[in-house]
Each structure stands twice: as structure tokens, then as C-alpha cells.
């Protein structure tokens, strides 16, 4: 029996990667202010087009603070995916933690709840040498990817200022501008 061959995987954040950071401590309320960074939008394209098999994760607790609808979640999700397949990316999936930090749940990063749950959903073996994740959040996302044996990428579009890199708890395998940055150095990798 011939065992599948294993597939690279792309964990995205969302905020401040694939759309514009709405600024420390706000949150995306409404559909009207999320925006994409229009070469987030041809990133995803080159890496699909790559071979990648991309899941979107991320924190979502302004649900849980009422600040905004599951409902609203929602159709911003289909807003970002609709925009996304217009452009030729695909996303396996979206996976959001909407809970408080206080709830102590295992799905808000850096627990490693969403990416169990994208495993587990993905029927393929996964080839972590060449899998990566991606975000703007040290605290968060690079050491979510540390704990799961992923390599890192900062981008610099939201959360972090390479400024402030002697104060991160974690560092980065690699640091770009942007998701679209990022995404060229891997496929030329």
C-alpha cells in the first residue's frame, strides 16, 4: 500500500494579515470596517496556486464581549472568502475562537485547539518540515507555532514593530512586511 503524500499547510491569522489591523485592543465590528490588504488577496492566490492547503485562524472574543454578532462574524467570513476565490486562492477552512480569555478554552491561540480542529478535519498527512504560520502577533501566533513544531513568519502589517523585537517573548523563524512578502519567500524556498 503506497501512503499519501503529505501536504504543506498554511495557518493564517486574520486580522492585521489578511485584512487591515483595526489597532491594539479594537476589533472588527462590521463588515463595513473589515478591509483587506489587497495583496493579502494575491498571496493566497500564489499559494494555492503553490500547493499549500490554507486554513484561517484566529481569535475572535469580540463576540464574547458583545461586541459584535456570531451573525456579523459570519458574513465577514463570506465577504473575505467570497473576495479570496474571486482572485484564485482557496481556504480549507476558518477557524475562530470566539471565547473570553478568561474562559481558559483550549481553542484560543496560543492553545493549540484550532489546529487540532484543522487536523483533525484534514484527511492528509501533514508535512510540517514545509508548513508554516503565519500572523502578526508574537504572543500569539509565533509561539502557537512554536508549541506545534511549525515554522513562523511575522508579518509586519498589523500587531508587531520590528522595533519592539527585543521585547518578544518569542522570535520568529522569519520576519516580512506582508503576507504577500512572506509568501514569496516560501514558494522560492
Same mark, same amino acid.
Given at each position: 500500500m503506497?501512503?499519501?503524500?503529505?501536504?504543506?499547510? =498554511?495557518?493564517l491569522?486574520r486580522?492585521?494579515? *489578511? %485584512? #487591515?489591523?483595526? +489597532? &491594539?485592543y479594537k476589533y $472588527?465590528?462590521?463588515?463595513k470596517?473589515?478591509?483587506?490588504?489587497?495583496?493579502s488577496l494575491?498571496?493566497?492566490?500564489k499559494l494555492?496556486?503553490?500547493?499549500f492547503v490554507?486554513f484561517?485562524i484566529?481569535?475572535?472574543?469580540?463576540?464574547a464581549?458583545?461586541?459584535?454578532s456570531?451573525?456579523?462574524?459570519?458574513? =465577514?467570513t463570506?465577504?473575505m472568502?467570497?473576495? *479570496? %476565490? #474571486?482572485t484564485? +486562492? &482557496?481556504i480549507k477552512? $476558518?477557524?475562530?475562537?470566539?471565547h473570553?480569555?478568561e474562559?481558559?478554552c483550549?481553542?484560543?491561540?496560543?492553545?493549540t485547539?484550532?489546529?487540532e480542529?484543522?487536523?483533525n478535519?484534514?484527511?492528509?498527512?501533514?508535512?510540517?518540515?514545509?508548513?508554516?504560520?503565519i500572523?502578526?502577533?508574537?504572543?500569539?501566533? =509565533?509561539?502557537?507555532?512554536k508549541?506545534?513544531k511549525?515554522?513562523?513568519v511575522?508579518?509586519?502589517?498589523?500587531?508587531?514593530k520590528?522595533?519592539?523585537?527585543?521585547?518578544?517573548?518569542?522570535?520568529?523563524?522569519?520576519?516580512?512586511?506582508?503576507?504577500?512578502?512572506?509568501a514569496?519567500?516560501?514558494?522560492?524556498?
Amino acid at each position: 500500500m503506497v501512503k499519501p503524500s503529505k501536504k504543506k499547510v =498554511i495557518f493564517l491569522d486574520r486580522d492585521g494579515v *489578511i %485584512n #487591515k489591523f483595526p +489597532g &491594539r485592543y479594537k476589533y $472588527v465590528t462590521s463588515l463595513k470596517a473589515f478591509k483587506l490588504i489587497p495583496s493579502s488577496l494575491v498571496a493566497i492566490k500564489k499559494l494555492t496556486e503553490a500547493g499549500f492547503v490554507i486554513f484561517i485562524i484566529s481569535n475572535q472574543a469580540g463576540v464574547a464581549k458583545k461586541l459584535y454578532s456570531k451573525a456579523t462574524l459570519d458574513n =465577514i467570513t463570506r465577504k473575505m472568502l467570497i473576495n *479570496i %476565490n #474571486k482572485t484564485g +486562492g &482557496r481556504i480549507k477552512k $476558518v477557524l475562530y475562537c470566539t471565547h473570553l480569555k478568561e474562559e481558559n478554552c483550549s481553542c484560543r491561540k496560543p492553545k493549540t485547539g484550532l489546529i487540532e480542529k484543522a487536523f483533525n478535519s484534514f484527511q492528509a498527512r501533514i508535512d510540517r518540515r514545509n508548513s508554516y504560520l503565519i500572523g502578526d502577533d508574537v504572543d500569539h501566533d =509565533i509561539k502557537l507555532g512554536k508549541i506545534v513544531k511549525l515554522r513562523t513568519v511575522l508579518v509586519l502589517s498589523g500587531r508587531e514593530k520590528l522595533n519592539e523585537r527585543e521585547s518578544w517573548n518569542q522570535q520568529p523563524d522569519y520576519i516580512f512586511k506582508n503576507l504577500l512578502q512572506a509568501a514569496d519567500f516560501i514558494i522560492s524556498s
